[in-house]
């Protein structure tokens, strides 16, 4: 799997929108880019990932760069809800036996 | 929505016991997978499976053996529970098929062998 860079941490104003920047300048043709977080005390929860469309769901939106080098993922309305450890990772989707592997990612603290 | 269940939030269990984490979901996905989560090493994958009966060891297998007899049911086992298995114990489905790999974790079950 490529490597991503994350920032440490990140601070956003409540009903702000938060952008968290993600560098993968080694991705492959074939690896998509996946984002989770994790809030404290539970499981990871997926959220959204793109391959090199732009993709927006429920949740949030995903924005990948024309060369694919790096991504942010966009909170429009960022609530307290939404304070957590955020994660993303490339790896080749359709591989059984390739676990997701997690780095230290971004805390993101949202702030009343 | 998918769910992804486990059976116990928190356990204690006495080094030696055999203990069983059970793990549940309910969009049928073909994938399942459990990983041990450590403060400071991250997420790591213990066994999968991809079918019934089927499993595959991961990175960290060593004291730890899989059940898989239904595709909705995805069983943990510490054969002989040690303190370094103290964790939190995360069980996720994935369906199968290009472009879906994403997991679905559940709440996971902090585990704690004295």
């Known amino acids: 799997d490529a490597k991503t860079t994350q920032p440490p941490s990140m601070d956003c104003a409540e009903g702000r929108a938060a952008n968290l920047p993600c560098n993968h300048s080694?991705?492959?043709?074939?690896?998509?880019v996946y984002w989770y977080r994790q809030i404290h005390s539970q499981g990871p929860q997926y959220i959204i990932h793109g391959l090199k469309n732009n993709e927006t769901n429920e949740m949030a939106s995903l924005i990948i760069t024309e060369d694919r080098k790096s991504s942010t993922l966009i909170l429009p309305h960022a609530t307290l809800r939404d304070t957590a450890v955020y994660y993303c990772i490339v790896r080749v989707a359709f591989l059984r036996n390739t676990p997701l592997v997690f780095g230290k990612g971004t805390r993101l603290s949202v702030i009343a | 929505d998918v769910k992804v269940t486990q059976s116990s939030r928190y356990l204690v269990k006495r080094t030696g016991e055999k203990v069983f984490l059970e793990c549940v979901q309910d969009?049928?996905?073909?994938?399942m997978f459990w990983y041990r989560q450590d403060p400071g090493l991250g997420l790591r994958l213990i066994y999968f499976s991809y079918d019934v009966k089927m499993k595959e060891k991961g990175d960290i297998p060593e004291g730890y053996s899989v059940s898989r007899e239904k595709k909705e049911r995805f069983s943990l086992i510490l054969e002989s529970a040690s303190t370094n298995q103290t964790s939190m114990y995360l069980c996720?489905?994935?369906?199968?098929?290009?472009?879906?790999?994403?997991?679905?974790f559940g709440p996971g079950t902090r585990l704690t062998v004295t």
């Open positions: 969009m049928d996905h073909e994938n």
């Open positions: 996720a489905s994935s369906p199968e098929g290009q472009g879906r790999a994403e997991q679905y």
């Open positions: 080694t991705i492959s043709g074939n690896e998509y």
